[in-house]
Nanobody
Framework: QGQLVASGGGWVLPGGSLRLSCFASGFGVQYYTMHWIRQAPGKEREGISCITSGGESSNVADSVKGRFFVSRDNAKSSVYLQMNDLKPEDAAVYYC??????????????????????WGRGTQVFVSS
């Protein structure tokens, strides 16, 4: 039974950095495109990043472009989100999710609740002074 666990959240000052990790177990993460999705209080879920199964392609949302970077290490069954220059509007619960990828290729960062085979418990990020 597949499971995803996100970690690395916490409180940070504006302009600070955090690195989120997502650990996968119980399924072959190397076959899945991995996503980071966030949800702020009172707002809809927002797709933040995606990275294809082998890491050959990735995308980030326009709202975080140039500040957030996604990577993965399939040998460690892990995906990472490096978040730099954090802003108060980045405060949210961050989730990782896995999308089955039968053919490697480009990935779409857009949130679509019907796409994900596995969805992890989120990690909270606070950004304030």
């Amino acid at each position: 039974q597949g499971q995803l666990v996100a970690s690395g959240g916490g409180w940070v000052l504006p302009g600070g950095s955090l690195r989120l990790s997502c650990f996968a177990s119980g399924f072959g993460v190397q076959y899945y495109t991995m996503h980071w999705i966030r949800q702020a209080p009172g707002k809809e879920r927002e797709g933040i990043s995606c990275i294809t199964s082998g890491g050959e392609s990735s995308n980030v949302a326009d709202s975080v472009k140039g500040r957030f970077f996604v990577s993965r290490d399939n040998a460690k069954s892990s995906v990472y989100l490096q978040m730099n220059d954090l802003k108060p509007e980045d405060a949210a619960v961050y989730y990782c999710a896995a999308e089955w990828e039968p053919v490697p290729g480009l990935c779409s960062v857009d949130y679509d609740k019907g796409r994900y085979a596995y969805w992890g418990r989120g990690t909270q990020v606070f950004v304030s002074s």
